[in-house]
């Protein structure tokens, strides 16, 4: 029996069923039950059919026009992030199917850490912003990998919000705006473009870790984007990959008017 007040302060007898309640937790155990043993299933098929196209029992993704994916984002867990040598054997896989832009993104910057040690790995790479500096973006013949995490997009965030405001302190003096500051989207860009914290839009975001999401990932930069949750790092697969970059290379993308 369980006490609790009612109107006026008094005291109201509650009478929990417990034959009610053992079937709501039976309920929801079987529930539960049945939840992750069809997610374990899915990962298992997906685990088997990665291996068959690793060993190229499987024809199907052997040939991708990877000239489609001309900015490609990796996202990984920050727990997750630690696995360097994982890291480091995905972004050679990445770098041998040809990709030429990368942008490798954890949200407590991890992977910007052991920075030096994932470029001395690769083989024909180099840092996206010593790329834009020489100004050989568009005719160089190595990966370019841009190194982010979530600090990048608040400062860039803040430092955008800094001169819109500024630019909207300039006009109320002059006396040309004294309307309530609206500031838009395109607004918003070209302060961002401004300070330098414009980065391409990639084209397709993969995601390496426990959850379903972009982890922090900048979302204005995000608005064409194909997200593919990959799961977790240490279940990473060349099969995987592959299949994920050739389904994205077939469907055709509509971005609207």
Not at 46 to 75: C, H, N, P, T, W
């Amino acid at each position: 029996m369980d006490l609790k007040p009612g109107a006026g302060g008094q005291r109201v007898n509650r009478f929990v069923d417990p034959i009610s309640y053992h079937f709501l937790q039976f309920l929801w155990r079987t529930l539960h039950l049945l939840v992750s043993l069809w997610y374990l299933q899915v990962s298992m098929v997906q685990m088997i059919e990665g291996f068959l196209i690793s060993s190229g029992l499987v024809k199907r993704y052997g040939a991708l026009d990877i000239d489609k994916v001309r900015y490609l984002a990796i996202v990984v867990d920050s727990e997750e992030a630690y696995q360097i040598s994982k890291v480091i054997q995905l972004l050679k896989w990445v770098e041998d199917m040809g990709v030429k832009h990368l942008c490798l993104y954890d949200s407590k910057g991890v992977l910007k850490t052991n920075k030096k040690t994932i470029m001395e790995s690769l083989n024909n790479a180099m840092p996206f912003e010593e790329a834009v500096e020489k100004d050989v973006l568009l005719d160089q013949k190595q990966m370019t990998v841009e190194f982010a995490s979530s600090s990048d997009g608040k400062e860039a965030i803040t430092r955008a919000a800094n001169v819109l405001f500024m630019k909207y302190l300039k006009y109320a003096k002059t006396g040309v705006g004294k309307e309530e500051p609206c500031f838009t989207e395109d607004q918003m860009d070209e302060a961002l473009k401004a300070i330098g914290y414009k980065g391409p839009e990639p084209d397709l975001l993969l995601i390496y870790g426990p959850v379903r999401c972009h982890l922090g990932f900048s979302p204005w930069r995000l608005r064409y984007t194909e997200m593919v949750h990959m799961g977790p790092l240490r279940y990473m697969n060349l099969g995987s990959l592959k299949k994920a970059i050739h389904r994205f290379t077939t469907v055709q993308q509509n971005y609207g008017t």
